[in-house]
DNA sequence: ATCCAGTCTGAAACTTGTTCTAGATTAGCG
DNA sequence: CGCTAATCTAGAACAAGTTTCAGACTGGAT
């Protein structure tokens, strides 16, 4: 367990966690069947029972609202995936199988996965702390999966990497650009890294043998 | 040279030819100030000297306009690479070296890269045509810097995660949440592929020693 | 030269995200 | 309880992407 996200700059009210939760019910619930363009703020408000003014108090943009719809989204998963820990033999096969749950999570529901993954992509830097969260969510998911107490700066920065391509196959396959099968080739390709960053690897780099 | 998108479905005519480059360059400019939201489609228009049912008959949404804006832009850059071709010594170093040169010319404008990346990676599915001659642009890069003539499969998923990285870590640097060094940290790291999925390297791999 | 089909123009209309305002409600406090 | 500040509501208004349409224009075939 790493990063959770709680800043609760005011602590907000019984009645106000309440609407916040029915917003983001909402969100999920419109993402859910038509993805990013089916969530409209008008119908947001409306099936939260929320004026569209309020709805904009709690969320200052769609973008907003849809980037911590996913916070929400991930970290459900995150405590799904802490139930049922990748039983692979190393690191590298336990994340990549890691990832290709959470994404076969996603599949279930390709058009909420359509809105989050838009939303955070097309996120400006007004939204910068919210996209953050989420990419430190993600990390601590995958660091949870390598299972290493003690990470080095260059697993780390294989984590990042790992990331970026999680993130950037996700969108070709929900664009319709690349096949389940070889988002599962990208993500193996990529956690191939893991093991070449492993503290004790023999370095396969001769350059010149 | 691999791929360069020359459909023309069909062929223009001069002036209509003269119409969409006018249409790109005022894209291109407005976006060079402002970014995504300055481009807005009536100053195109005007700034294009095209009527606003013009400007979309040529390019049928925002996104198509600002993903073609990059096609162009791309192109540049790989003509550009080509006549300044990387020093390095092994093929990684070469790819990193040229990503790194693409990414300062970027720098330079930041605002564009704005727009086009986000464009780019807001595309829904409609754009996908689109989007795939921007990716193949792109992997032709990739493949010229690392020099090879008959890349393996391998290498070929090696190219495509180095491909994820660079949009994803170019995203992460557009939004104000990553350093350009943590940029080149990234590049780095994910050109490590390159040499590990070298048909003769020496398999690191070996799961229990 | 004439005519047809396709293209371009100018302007209005429509959609959806976002902002604003005036009045009702609520929460916390003395 | 009664007050005050913050919050919430309903609804209008505004901004920018997109669509639509009637009429002018162009290019090519006869």
């Known amino acids: 367990m790493t990063a959770e996200a709680k800043p609760a700059s005011p602590p907000l009210t019984e009645r106000q966690e309440a609407r916040r939760r029915r917003i983001l019910h909402a969100s999920a619930q419109l993402a859910g069947r038509g993805g990013f363009e089916a969530v409209q703020m008008r119908e947001v408000a409306e099936e939260a029972g929320v004026a569209l003014g309020t709805l904009y108090r709690y969320f200052p943009s769609k973008i907003h609202l849809l980037v911590a719809t996913m916070q929400d989204q991930l970290q459900h998963m995150h405590t799904t995936l802490h139930k049922r820990p990748p039983a692979g033999q190393d690191p590298a096969q336990r994340v990549a199988d890691t990832l290709m749950r959470a994404f076969r999570a996603l599949q279930r ?12 992509t097309f ?11 989420v990419s430190r969510i993600t990390t601590a998911i995958i660091l949870d999966a390598m299972g290493l107490e003690h ?17 950037s196959a996700l969108i070709t396959w929900l664009s319709g650009r690349a096949s389940i099968a070889q988002v599962k080739i990208d993500i193996d390709t990529v956690c191939r890294l893991i093991d070449v960053t492993r503290p004790d690897a023999a370095k396969t780099d001769p350059t010149k043998p």
């Open 123 to 133: 996120a400006d830097r007004s939204v910068s702390p919210e996209v953050d969260t």
């Open 151 to 167: 990470p080095t700066p260059e697993q780390l920065s294989a984590v990042r990497v790992i990331e970026h391509t999680w993130h």
């Open 109 to 120: 529901e390709p058009h909420l996965a359509d809105a989050m993954v838009r939303a955070l």
